[in-house]
């Protein structure tokens, strides 16, 4: 590693990075390449001499830029948004630059102070109750993804449960979430070791606007008792994935709390809009959850990967997670003086990710971060205002943050008296979006949730305005007309 020509290469890095923010509106937002396209321009195997950045980021332009969906174009409504900022990206690149191993608080120091004390920020910053910040007995840490923190919850609380039932009984282990709950959270059941058949995704409705329904849970709970399992775990979203849906915190973590089950807050996209003092409310009756995660990556400008995990007792964490091999013992792991982040999570290595949230905390202020996100959902205000002032378009979800689930309605596909049934409207939507992700011009995806497909519009790349809104809007309506006349002829 050579100062200078790392000084000489780091600009050039940044300058291509700028040139790319600068043109990123004019390559189509979703990649149109085929599988397999970047076997075909690649050599077959890695140089033996060097090659000069200038040529690889030549070809990164011409190869793998075809290969890129661009998620931080104005015009990408796809998903989530995972949201980059100046600030994130160089949080990266010192944390790349330093490339500290953290695992325990003496293999850097720095690197788990800071993540303790950004973690006490960002918990203080969407009202979590003092139980789940380091000054209160509780604390945070950093992961890769909800999927990890996920995992990590759950075998602390399996953990915890064995102590209690004994280890003969794991397998009388059941799990709750709702039929809309990330499918993240199946996964990390599933590596737990909890019995497959012991996962409850319990049916939500129309009628509960897809939110879970604690009495749906209560009786779940009690069916399961009956026949000698074991509550052991629950999963409540704030913001689904597919239409941001609320499941009700508070009623449900009261159920919960009869049965002393661990309840898990999965508020990955939403988590972020808590620290608007107005969307907090979202967040009453964690005081009786357990655990929290969000992901910062998603909407709070801090680059993947950033998901904030917060645990009101992280004993139950390092219980089930701790390892204290001979060559890592040291005076202060002994002492038990400080936190080791290697028993917080998975793996044993760990980046240094504080840093980027510290530098989007400190570069933006919290004032400035508020206004972002509800520019946000000022954008997705408009366009639903868009949508409905088009009367052959409909909003089939209410709307409660920057995503915006909408589709072309029945009654405007139906002729005179021809009536399409819904299998039509799912298929004429799915139709529509995609003739418009193969045009390029904007991205969006799609959900299908009660029978009814829909499309997503999610705002949230850092440089989208109101114009890329309109120019969407226009885009949908342009692509639905022609399919519109082409039926006609
Ligand atoms: N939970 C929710 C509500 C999500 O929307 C997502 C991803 O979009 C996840 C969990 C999965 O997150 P991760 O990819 O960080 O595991």
Redesign the pocket.
């Known amino acids: 590693l050579d100062p200078e020509e790392f000084r000489k290469q780091g600009h050039m890095m940044v300058d291509f990075l700028a040139d790319y923010f600068h043109n990123i509106k004019t390559y189509p937002v979703h990649s149109l390449v085929e599988p397999g396209y970047l076997k075909k321009l690649l050599p077959d195997s890695a140089p033996n001499q060097p090659e000069p950045i200038e040529k690889i980021l030549q070809d990164v332009q011409r190869d793998i830029f075809p290969g890129l969906t661009h998620w931080q174009s104005p015009n990408f409504f796809a998903?989530?948004p995972c949201i980059s900022s100046t600030a994130g990206i160089l949080g990266e690149m010192l944390t790349a630059g330093l490339n500290v191993v953290g695992f325990s608080w003496i293999a850097s120091p720095a690197a788990t102070e800071l993540e303790s004390i950004v973690m006490d920020w960002l918990g203080k910053l969407i009202n979590l109750p003092k139980t789940y910040l380091f000054s209160g007995g509780g604390g945070g840490v950093i992961q890769?993804?909800?999927?990890?923190?996920?995992l990590c919850t759950i075998v602390a609380a399996r953990d915890q449960m064995s102590d209690k039932v004994g280890r003969e009984n794991m397998d009388k282990l059941v799990v709750y979430a709702s039929d809309q709950?990330?499918?993240?959270?199946q996964?990390a059941v599933k590596i737990s070791g909890i019995k497959p058949e012991n996962f409850r995704a319990i049916p939500t409705t129309k009628a509960t606007e897809f939110a879970l329904c604690p009495e749906s849970l209560s009786a779940t709970i009690q069916e399961d008792i009956k026949v000698g399992l074991i509550p052991l775990f629950l999963c409540v979203?704030?913001?689904?994935?597919s239409t941001t849906v609320v499941d009700p915190l508070k009623p449900l973590c009261e159920i919960a709390k009869e049965y002393g089950i661990w309840v898990h807050v999965?508020?990955?996209?939403?988590g972020s809009a808590c620290i608007c003092p107005e969307f907090q409310h979202y967040l009453d009756g964690v005081e009786n959850a357990n655990s929290l995660?969000l992901?910062a990556?998603?909407w709070l400008f801090s680059t993947l990967?950033c998901?904030c995990l917060w645990v009101k007792d992280p004993s139950s964490l390092t219980k089930a997670l701790s390892t204290t091999p001979e060559c890592l013992r040291n005076k202060v792991t002994d002492s038990k003086q400080a936190i080791d982040y290697k028993d917080w999570q998975i793996a044993l290595s760990r980046r240094f990710r504080s840093l980027k949230l510290w530098l989007v905390l400190r570069s933006y202020g919290v004032a400035n971060l508020r206004n972002f996100i509800r520019s946000h959902i000022k954008m997705a205000k408009h366009f639903e205002g868009l949508v409905t002032m088009d009367e052959r378009f409909e909003i089939v979800a209410p709307r409660k943050f920057s995503m915006v689930c909408f589709r072309f309605s029945p009654l405007a596909l139906e002729k005179k008296d021809k009536f399409v049934d819904q299998d039509q409207v799912n298929k004429f939507n799915a139709k529509l979006l995609e003739s418009i992700n193969l045009s390029g011009n904007i991205h969006m995806t799609h959900a299908l949730v009660g029978g009814v497909y829909m499309i997503r519009f999610a705002i949230g790349s850092p440089m989208t305005d109101y114009q890329n809104i309109d120019m969407a809007w226009e885009v949908i309506r342009n692509h639905a007309n022609a399919m519109l006349d082409v039926k006609s002829t």
């Open positions: 998903y989530f890769g993804t909800t999927c990890e923190a996920m709950t990330h499918f993240s959270f996964k979203t704030i913001g689904t994935t999965d508020a990955a996209y939403a995660s992901n990556h998603k990967d998901c």
